[in-house]
């Protein structure tokens, strides 16, 4: 009796056996089936595109602002798209920087000690935020080690850096019913708003209530 493949039972004669032609008919008909339908199941895969519910081909794409369902990133658009923010401090790690800070003119987050920090401080660190279009072209964005109401910004450009300068937030500004001319005792330079019309006023002199003057715009 002969033996039989593994795979798909074809007839195996053995070595004492006559070649019998209605055996080899079998198994070539056997054959034949299984290379169709192979043929059918690769047909069909290769006509069916993939999509977020089904497996599928799909087309390679070095695009980094499409929208498409139907199309794979390769590696070299996962890399721009993690490159590209970074070029603006975004995404980035902390860098340890012990440095003039106007040395400090490549895109990133620092945590920074040096020379020409905001108010000549030379005690504290600050973290900073560095957004820079070149090396003459920069903004920095500066707030002391675990005090973050004080924030400070300055920029660079051809003809050197700008005074540091300090964010106001809601802390250095007084709020009142009416003109503060008179009624508020403050220093030069507090900012007050009326809550009435809106107006805000600046002191502008002197140490007790006088010397406000209301701001404009033009």
Not at 107 to 127: C, V, W
């Amino acid at each position: 009796m002969p033996n039989h493949t593994t795979n798909y039972n074809l007839i195996k004669p053995l070595p004492d056996e006559f070649y019998n032609v209605e055996d080899q008919n079998d198994n070539m008909e056997i054959i034949d089936a299984q290379m169709k339908a192979r043929e059918e199941t690769l047909t069909m895969h290769l006509d069916k595109d993939a999509s977020l519910s089904q497996k599928g081909h799909v087309q390679l794409s070095n695009s980094t602002n499409s929208n498409s369902e139907n199309l794979a990133a390769t590696s070299k658009a996962v890399k721009q798209a993690i490159d590209f923010p970074q070029k603006f401090g975004l995404g980035a790690e902390l860098i340890e920087v012990t440095s003039d800070f106007n040395t400090i003119v490549k895109s990133g987050f620092y945590h920074a000690k040096g020379e020409n920090r905001p108010n000549n401080d030379a005690l504290r660190s600050f973290f900073l935020l560095v957004n820079a279009i070149s090396e003459t072209s920069v903004l920095q964005i500066a707030s002391p080690y675990q005090e973050s109401d004080n924030i400070f910004y300055r920029s660079s450009d051809y003809t050197g850096w700008s005074k540091w300068k300090r964010i106001a937030n809601s802390d250095d500004i007084l709020f009142g019913n009416g003109s503060p001319e008179g009624v508020i005792i403050a220093s030069v330079g507090t900012l007050y708003r009326d809550k009435v019309n809106g107006t805000l006023y600046s002191k502008k002199t002197g140490v007790g209530n006088t010397g406000w003057r209301a701001l404009t715009w033009v």
